[in-house]
Nanobody, 121 residues
Framework: QVQLQESGPGLVKPSQTLSLTCTVS??????????WNWIRQPPGKGHQWMGA???????YYTPSLKNQTSISRDTSKNQFTLQVSSVTPEDTAVYYC?????????????WGQGTQVTVSS
């Protein structure tokens, strides 16, 4: 059974960089052509796919966030990370990591529990 766990600060100040880490257990982030995703859900809104890093190391981003978002990985720790630069209060959301067979919320089979991030001064 694959398990994903998000970690990172719950409060970020405007204009700073938000950094989250997803630690994966029960499966390797480098095998089987899976996508390892970051997804967020702002208050009162639906899930927004932010981007993913494939098992090959290729990265993919939703166009509206491409200039603000970076996804990387540490294969030695079986972790992948999200960085969102120049955050505003509109970046306040529950952030999830997830595994999938496709992009843009398709084929998700495992989710992390989610972590609340609030952007506020």
């Amino acid at each position: 059974q694959v398990q994903l766990q998000e970690s990172g600060p719950g409060l970020v100040k405007p204009s700073q960089t938000l950094s989250l880490t997803c630690t994966v257990s029960g499966g390797s982030i480098t095998t089987d052509y899976y996508y390892w995703n970051w997804i967020r859900q702002p208050p009162g809104k639906g899930h927004q796919w932010m981007g993913a890093i494939q098992s090959t190391g290729n990265t993919y981003y939703t166009p509206s966030l491409k200039n603000q978002t970076s996804i990387s990985r540490d294969t030695s720790k079986n972790q992948f990370t999200l960085q969102v630069s120049s955050v505003t209060p509109e970046d306040t959301a529950v952030y999830y990591c997830a595994r999938s067979l496709g992009l843009n919320l398709e084929g998700i089979d495992y989710w992390g529990q989610g972590t609340q991030v609030t952007v506020s001064s």
